[in-house]
């Protein structure tokens, strides 16, 4: 009867799951659906309404179906086996096997590169490449500054006197450092004993999806960040299965190392961290595990120790982020542009006074108001009122800004992201010009996929948009529904060693939620972090303190 009972309040809280997943997309795409991000937007009419909220309405309920089917299924393997089913199993060639799908990645990406010789300088390089010292910032990762005026300064200009020798050099090293570190991800899924097809389906994935080979050729610091935070999540799966794992020398360098490329490559991953850290130590005290917390945060500080030190070498400015203002700047000139009709002259002027550009309010970039960051920060009081009084006279729309700034992450049909630059040629899906005055001019060596890449990807075509199966591979919310319901399922069937893999990445989504901006390379992280998150989730494998009895013995 108890067995009855605790089997009957086990298949509550997985359907339970299913429904929240499954209204909570309805929902959101439904709502999105109805939101007019501009005040003269026509409506799109009651049918394509109701076709619309239909379709969705059926997909939410195949969802479900398919949530039951993987998430019951987990649940009874847990429940079956007594002893692990999943765990690691080394082999003797795994190190060639490593280095097989890293060159494997590399020659994947290196038709793009040709395409588009010598790599795509563009993104934050106009900042970075200028600094010298005694007027170094932190903006932008330092790491990355240096990094890219080695190459550009030192080994194009200086030695080879041709920039575009050095920025050559300069894609070609992030290509390779970019596919070693992402060829963890398949000798994790060989470790944990994936079948051979899966894993030549995600090999074959990170070799031709268009976003990873582009953005393996473009000069951004967000490249070496994916890398390093995926190494530090795949090393949280070790630590999960074998709680010996990080006391091995190597691997806990290895780890070391991990952490500290992620703070140094990307300034909010100090945030991540530091979250991660809070929650993660109150979840292994409750096992017993006090060495795991020692170590996160002896990495927290190994990091900020290098950062500090860059910036006390560089004698390098610290720069206080506008990015914390960008969505209330962004709510307030949403509200201003749709209701400024409704609202009293007084606050009108308040709100000009703040942000002196919000006329140029842009619903998909938070980049045209983000100025007036530093007008805010001196008039905060004034802020606060503004921003309160808009926020309970105005709450639905407040919530509608927030929406529409981040669609791109989770909304389905969404077509915006190639919006979010100025349209013109280099713009859209990706950035692919090259900023005037360095001296990097870009002559593809393989025009045919560049006139591909153009028509699919840049102003004015878009046609990846009119392609099924190109759209669903590059829609940036596919993946963020895919982690979610990986989360859902998680909880579910109770799949504990899958926790704090997804809370790392769940963490660092909020990050991205809250950003300017709807970019690829943002998204990239927990795109990446996909296969490792389906392993660890749907694993067959059991509890985790039966785990932790079984491996001690």
């Known amino acids: 009867m108890m067995y009855k009972k605790k089997v009957n309040k086990n298949n ?16 959101t795409q439904c709502f999105r659906f109805s939101i007019k991000p501009f005040p003269n937007d026509l409506n799109p009419g009651l049918i394509n309404t109701l076709f619309f909220y239909l379709f969705f309405i059926i997909f939410g309920i195949i969802v479900f179906i398919f949530f039951l089917k993987f998430t019951f299924y987990q649940y009874k393997s847990i429940s079956k086996f007594k002893n692990s089913q999943f765990r690691l199993i080394y082999q003797r060639n795994d190190l060639l096997y490593y280095f097989v799908c890293a060159i494997a990645q590399f020659l994947g990406w290196v038709p ?5 010789f010598p790599g795509i300088f563009a993104y934050d390089v106009l900042g970075q490449i200028p600094m010298e010292m005694g007027s170094y910032n932190n903006w932008h990762p330092l790491a990355h500054t240096l990094y890219l005026k080695f190459f550009y300064n030192i080994l194009g200009v200086n030695i080879f ?14 290509m390779v450092l970019f596919a070693l570190l992402l060829s963890n991800i398949h000798l994790f899924l060989r470790r944990t004993n994936l079948n051979l097809r899966y894993r030549l389906f995600w090999i074959i994935f990170f070799m031709f999806a268009p976003f990873l080979s582009m953005l393996s050729i473009s000069l951004t610091k967000d490249v070496f960040f994916t890398g390093f935070f995926i190494n530090v999540l795949i090393n949280i799966c070790y630590m999960e299965l074998d709680p010996f794992w990080i006391q091995k020398r190597k691997n806990l360098l ?3 190392i991990s952490v500290c490329g992620m703070i140094l490559f990307r300034n909010t991953a100090i945030y991540v961290w530091i979250i991660f850290i809070v929650v993660a130590t109150f979840y292994w005290v409750k096992y017993k595990q006090y060495f795991f917390p020692i170590i996160l945060v002896f990495s927290l500080c190994l990091g900020l120790l290098l950062n500090n030190g860059l910036l006390f070498i560089l004698k390098a400015e610290k720069v206080k982020y506008n990015d914390a203002f960008a969505v209330p700047l962004q709510q307030i000139g949403y509200v201003y542009n749709n209701s400024k009709n409704d609202m009293e002259q007084s606050l009108k002027k308040r709100i000009k006074f703040l942000i002196p550009d919000i006329d140029r309010f842009y619903p998909y970039s938070a980049d045209y108001l983000k100025p007036s960051s530093k007008l805010v920060k001196e008039h905060f009081s004034e802020y606060k009122m503004v921003y309160s009084k808009l926020l309970l006279r105005y709450p639905g729309k407040m919530l509608y800004a927030f929406m529409l700034l981040n669609q791109g992450y989770w909304y389905l049909n969404d077509k915006s992201i190639v919006n979010v630059y100025e349209n013109k040629p280099g713009f859209g899906y990706f950035l692919t010009f090259t900023f005037d005055g360095f001296g990097v001019k870009n002559t593809s060596l393989f025009p045919g996929l560049k006139d591909f890449f153009e028509r699919q990807f840049e102003y004015p075509n878009y046609s990846y948009q009119k392609n099924p199966f190109l759209f669903i591979l590059c829609s940036l919310a596919i993946y963020f529904w895919i982690l979610l319901f990986c989360l859902f399922s998680a909880i579910g069937s109770k799949t504990k060693i899958a926790f704090l893999p997804l809370l790392l990445v769940f963490i660092l989504i909020g990050t991205v939620f809250l950003g300017p901006c709807v970019l690829v390379r943002y998204a990239l992280p927990y795109i990446i972090s996909i296969p490792i998150i389906l392993r660890i989730t749907f694993n067959g494998s059991v509890k985790r303190k039966e785990r932790i009895r079984y491996q001690k013995k």
């Open 161 to 174: 006197r041709n920039p575009n020798i050095g920025i050559a050099l300069c894609t070609i090293t992030q």
């Open 12 to 27: 509550r809280r997985i359907v339970m799951c299913g429904c929240v997943l499954s209204i909570l997309l309805i929902i």
């Open 112 to 116: 793009v590169f040709l395409a588009y």
């Open 254 to 256: 290895v780890f070391l």
